[in-house]
């Protein structure tokens, strides 16, 4: 029978690339994404789309890529899978805006096989994996349960227990252990969507699409609520320094970067994430009763958004 | 037979921290380190000097640190160590300048023992490392030759093999794998120096003694050079840009960095390596025969400075 296959699933992420470029472009009112095809000398390659110095947007990435090859043994022994080929395909974004009270996001949908193998036939492993998570640099608390319950929405169409695990599964991956602070709001994170008894292939990728169209109309939506607000020096250096996080996050623990970095990727496509400018000020510790104060006191799991 | 003991090692080096302080403020002119001392729960602690908006210097650090427990898995393995307990004192230092025509410079050296045990007993291990690193934003050519032959003069003293094997050291050391470049022109990198036929505890003291009074010297000198020279916007960019290659180093492949953040370090103190500021530009290639495009093609291994 001909089951959905990665070529499919490939396209669709491909358009899914295009259709957000031309939201963030137009909710961006000014800036133009470039885009760069690429090659992987192993195999694949991708599609490369930047965004720098709009009118909200400082710099932008969405990445599309659709690589295969030799599974480096780095990643099969921490996949715990034995060597084989792979095949995977994704989106990744991460957005950085002018404003420091527009959020951080960053969005990735992706799906992964060995053996080139189709889903649930036993011989490879097959899987989506996922999520989409908030940075504010200023924790606004409605514009954190209205991203929440944008996420909550989409998960509850597919399956009631998505929401809560996967929401909690972000709080402890977006997580710094040596500052002992979440990278932000959180939001949702899944990895190893295979079938099961519950869940076909097929319904497994409605709901990763699902959640790839789940980003433009948020994240613009929040461009929108904050890109006109006035800020103030201070404001931007505090930006400055959250941003500083972000790099740690992603340069210390974040996977995808490892897998990036471990498959010989397209380091500017990889890197695409870390921010134009970022700052580190020794052991700055916010005014007592200050917002910033008040931001890193909401920098925490457990805490119930939507 | 009273042997050279941590204890002592371990007052050399606050001493070192001390006066590199005064020599670096003398040649800044104005910038004052702040002094933190801190307690590490598990055992140990240090003190933490840090300059921020001298004159010459925008941000540097020189740390002292004398650390002690049981000795974490992940590093004990990463080592090949059996469980034991450890003790490890050093100074640390990163100074990076306001001019990009002056360089930025790292220095480490350190004592490392296991179970408490002197050196050369048998019943434990007991080593010495270190290094010296400059990056230059621009490298010059005469400041990479003083530099260098500066480090061999003082490896000279003690063993003839020590500067061609530690400027190798150093070369593969300070490397991106994923930008392939050095991270600046290197300097000498040496570790696990043990007791052995040719040489004494004592005698490997003596050497790393050499190696920290090489530090103030060499780089005041640099300061001297290079700070009063004029500089523009373009030049100030390309600066935060290689100031982003220093953060993706010391993030990524920084063993010192590792260890601190294994050992639940004071996480203020291992990151003050980082810059006030830097960035990331997407895909920044410098023009053709411009004075970046010629430092970039320097960044490469087996350069032969001294």
């Known amino acids: 029978m001909n089951r959905l296959s990665k070529g499919e699933i490939a396209d ?53 890529s659709a690589v295969s090859g030799k599974l480096p043994e780095k990643i099969s022994s921490a996949l715990k899978l034995p060597p084989s080929d792979f095949f995977a395909t994704g989106v990744s974004i991460v957005i950085h805006p002018h404003n420091p009270y527009v959020p951080i996001i960053h969005m990735n949908v992706r799906y992964f096989e060995t053996n080139s193998l189709s889903f649930g036939e036993g011989r490879g492993e097959a899987w989506f994996g996922g ?35 996967y929401k909690k599964w972000a709080d402890d991956y ?27 292939k097929e319904n497994r990728f409605e709901f990763v699409k699902a ?29 400055l320094i959250r941003r500083g996080r972000y790099v740690e996050f992603n340069l210390v623990y974040d996977k995808g970067t490892k897998f990036g970095l471990d498959t010989n990727g397209r380091i500017e496509s990889i890197l695409m994430s870390l921010p134009e400018l970022a700052s580190w000020q020794y052991n700055h510790i916010p005014d007592a009763g200050s917002a910033e104060e008040a931001t890193l006191k909401m920098l925490r799991k457990g805490i119930e958004w939507a």
């Open 211 to 239: 959640v790839g169209e789940t980003f433009a109309p948020v994240y613009t939506e929040l461009m929108k609520r904050n890109s006109a607000k006035p800020f103030t020096e201070k404001e931007k250096q505090w930006q």
């Open 12 to 64: 669709w992420l491909r358009g899914l690339q295009s259709r957000i470029c031309t939201a963030l472009e137009t909710a961006d009112g000014a800036g133009k994404f470039s885009l760069e095809e690429w090659e992987r000398s192993e195999g694949g390659g991708g599609i490369t789309r930047i965004l720098q110095q709009g009118n909200v947007i400082e710099k932008g990435g969405v990445n599309f």
């Open 131 to 165: 999520g989409i998570d908030l940075t504010p640099h200023y924790i606004n608390q409605h514009d954190a349960k209205f991203f929440h319950s944008a996420l909550k929405n989409t998960c509850d169409k597919y399956d009631a227990a998505y929401y809560p695990e």
């Open 174 to 200: 977006f997580f710094i252990p040596h500052r002992s602070e979440t990278r932000g709001v959180g939001g949702i994170f899944f990895d190893r969507l295979s079938e099961d008894a519950n869940h076909t």
